[in-house]
């Protein structure tokens, strides 16, 4: 037996991009591991973007925006006899279309739409989900490590952060009458195609590089992976927290390298 026992497994996977989207890697890697993967999409233009990436592939449409479209989804997946043993909430949107301003200028739309889409989307897909989770199943979404201050990442921050508030309440809420697990992986910056259209992103995941320990950027790959252990049974001690992968980014403060560099600029 492989020791994840993914083998036969369905799980659900909502919001792959492209290819480089953790969404994707998540997916492919339990494909590899004998599970299968559901996929949910937000629209059929997205599933025409991914084009072969989706060939043969069980793909249901959901725009998390819409009430009624995570309703139909789960009347859907209930009608096609569907017991979920895994869900991966890979799903956020900030509109960035106007550059970023200072955070107390945050437009209200922009920030409520971003609420539902990258936040409380998890909340109405869980809902939505109960009643066809397995016994064991395991939720994860996706969070952010330490760059909760970015100012380039805008009002994305309080939103991921309350994302990674509401894992720890539907732990709590789900423990009712469900051994349903809820986790969050939080991650230093990725080279992702979402991360691309985050204004002055390049420089802070440079920065965020010189950071770690090892001076080396965290990979999609190594994000996955966390993802994968989290949805198997071998995480079964482990429910409502936040798990940060940034290869040790948040608490290096006091690396010389950077104090070094810091220095030699102010005495410039």
């Known amino acids: ?145 330490s760059q909760v201050t970015a100012e380039n990442y805008g009002y994305m921050s309080p939103v991921k952060a309350a994302l990674d508030s509401s894992i720890r309440f539907l732990a709590k809420s789900f423990s009712a009458d469900t051994n349903v697990r809820f986790n969050c992986v939080k991650s230093g910056p990725l080279k992702t195609s979402a991360s691309a259209g985050i204004p002055g992103y390049i420089d802070n995941y440079l920065y965020a590089e010189k950071m770690t320990f090892r001076k080396k950027a965290i990979s999609t790959d190594e994000v996955a992976n966390v993802v994968l252990f989290l949805l198997s049974e071998r995480s079964s001690g482990i429910n409502g927290q936040g798990i940060v992968v940034n290869a040790g980014m948040d608490i290096n403060y006091f690396d010389s390298e950077l104090i070094n560099a810091v220095v030699k600029i102010n005495k410039n």
């Open 1 to 145: 037996m492989d020791f994840l026992n993914f083998e036969n497994k369905r799980i659900l996977v909502a919001g792959v991009a492209n290819r480089k989207s953790i969404a994707w890697v998540v997916a492919s890697k339990l494909k590899s591991a004998g599970a299968n993967v559901i996929f949910s999409l937000r629209s059929k233009a997205r599933l025409d973007a991914l084009g072969s990436l989706m060939d043969g592939e069980e793909v249901y449409l959901c725009d998390v925006e819409n009430e009624g479209d995570i309703l139909r989804l789960g009347k859907d997946l209930a009608g096609n006899g569907e017991k979920i043993d895994g869900f991966v909430h890979s799903i956020a949107f900030a509109n960035y279309s106007a550059g970023i301003g200072k955070f107390h200028d945050t437009p209200r739309k922009d920030f409520l739409q971003s609420m539902a889409i990258s936040c409380f989307s998890l909340v109405e897909m869980s809902r939505m989900l109960k009643p066809i989770f397995s016994k064991n199943a395991s939720v994860v979404t996706m969070g952010i490590s």
